[in-house]
């Protein structure tokens, strides 16, 4: 049986996921990077992407996160992220909108009356809980 480590991921309002992991990937400033038990101490920032957890019996849960920080101590992962959400809470729809918006933002931009970096992340978020919610083969929930 794989060695298991603690994980813990928290928002500001609530706490997404605690329990004991086999292993984790996340996405980092760098690109995507993984977690085994008794890994070394580790501070990383996350940016909006696919955080996969797996347990001991080898189920696979998925995250799509806004971005954050990544600690490692103690054969325990803290993570700190901005927002989270599993795909089936993801409104696909309203993530394609804001797609399409930041976009337009973009193709617009002249210097003037634009937040480039606000723009950017507005798309590096939606085309990442669109890909997450492709990828898992969810529908996502719908717009009331």
Same mark, same amino acid.
């Given at each position: 049986?794989?060695?298991?480590? +603690?994980?813990?991921?928290?928002? @500001? ?12 990937? @996340? ?13 070394? =101490?580790?501070? $990383?920032?996350? !940016? =909006? ?8 019996? /080898? #189920?696979? %849960? ?10 490692? $101590? *103690? #054969?325990? !992962?803290?993570?700190? !992220?901005?927002? $989270?959400?599993? =795909? ?13 918006? @930041? ?6 931009? *002249?210097?003037? /009356?634009?937040?480039? &970096?606000? @723009? ?5 978020? $939606?085309?990442? +809980?669109?890909?997450?919610? &492709?990828? %898992?083969? *969810? ?6």
């Amino acid at each position: 049986m794989a060695k298991t480590f +603690r994980t813990k991921i928290l928002s @500001a309002d609530r706490m997404l996921f605690e329990g004991e992991t086999t292993s984790l990937i @996340a996405h980092g400033r760098d690109g995507y990077f993984g977690i085994l038990a008794d890994h070394a =101490p580790l501070i $990383a920032s996350l !940016v =909006p992407g696919k955080l996969v957890l797996r347990d001991a019996g /080898g #189920n696979e %849960q998925c995250f799509c996160m806004s971005g954050g920080l990544l600690e490692v $101590a *103690h #054969n325990e !992962v803290k993570i700190l !992220v901005d927002s $989270a959400e599993c =795909p089936e809470e993801i409104d696909y729809e309203r993530a394609c909108k804001a797609e399409e918006r @930041a976009r337009e933002r973009l193709s617009g931009f *002249h210097g003037e /009356g634009i937040d480039l &970096e606000r @723009a950017w992340s507005a798309l590096t978020r $939606a085309l990442a +809980r669109k890909k997450i919610v &492709e990828e %898992q083969g *969810h529908s996502g929930k719908r717009s009331s």
